[in-house]
């Protein structure tokens, strides 16, 4: 198609396009799709050229709300989220978005926001892909779209994942992210694991 002239991209469809949330993966994947499902966006890639998988590109997204109703220049805000990056978000009583003097983390599970002058509003914390529990030792229980094993005094683990998709593979041994000496992704659905010695410990697969 030749064109001559201006175009106004200002107000085209594609800066108004919005996802709308699924509840299950339609039955007949299209590669190059994108689906909004559970808080997390998938795109539908080819597998060696013949199998259609759903792949995740988000992370998913956990959420804490803090109301502060006293006015006050310093608010500590216990999340919960086990997070160590967590995101804060603050806003004034009008859901104005507000920059405060400071924000440091207090563990894993709280935050302290200082302001110059005693105020009062919300906080809004988000927290993703980053979460390890509270005693320290591998990483939260799995969710819609990741699995979680452990092992014992094992040079070997073999786990059957069921994702569907060759997955990020996180191992923690004693609470510390470790690289194994192999990582073999079996199929779609099991990923083996080689240690030079062995380990106890979780895997995460993403």
């Known amino acids: ?18 996802l709308s949330s699924e509840t299950d993966f339609p039955s007949s994947p299209v590669v190059g799709r994108f689906v909004f499902k559970d808080f997390t966006l998938y795109m539908c890639v080819e597998l060696n050229g013949a199998i259609p998988i759903w792949i995740p590109i988000t992370n998913t997204i956990n959420t804490y709300k803090h109301e502060q109703s006293v006015a006050a220049v310093e608010w500590v805000v216990k999340h919960n989220l ?16 507000i920059i405060p003097d400071s924000i440091r983390r207090i563990g ?15 906080v ?19 969710d819609s779209h990741s699995y979680v094993t452990s092992f014992t005094s094992q040079t070997t683990v073999v786990a059957k ?9 996180r191992v923690f041994v004693g609470g510390v992210e470790t690289a194994p000496q192999d990582v073999v ?13 062995a380990q106890t410990g979780v895997a995460r697969f993403v």
Do not use: C
Not at 2 to 11: A, E, K, S, T, V
Not at 124 to 130: A, I
Not at 161 to 169: F, V
């Open 1 to 18: 198609m030749d064109f001559h002239g201006h175009i106004n991209l200002q107000d085209n469809q594609m800066r108004k396009m919005a």
């Open 82 to 97: 086990t997070s160590t990056h967590p995101i804060v978000q603050i806003y004034d009583e009008n859901n104005q978005l």
């Open 108 to 122: 894993l599970k709280e935050v302290q926001i200082t302001f110059s002058t005693a105020i009062t509003g919300k």
């Open 124 to 142: 809004v914390v988000l927290s993703g892909g980053d979460e390890i529990p509270a005693d320290g030792i591998g990483i939260l229980a799995p």
């Open 161 to 169: 994942h069921n994702l569907g998709y060759y997955p990020i593979t």
């Open 185 to 197: 992704h079996d199929s779609i659905f099991q990923t083996t694991i080689t240690f030079a010695s």
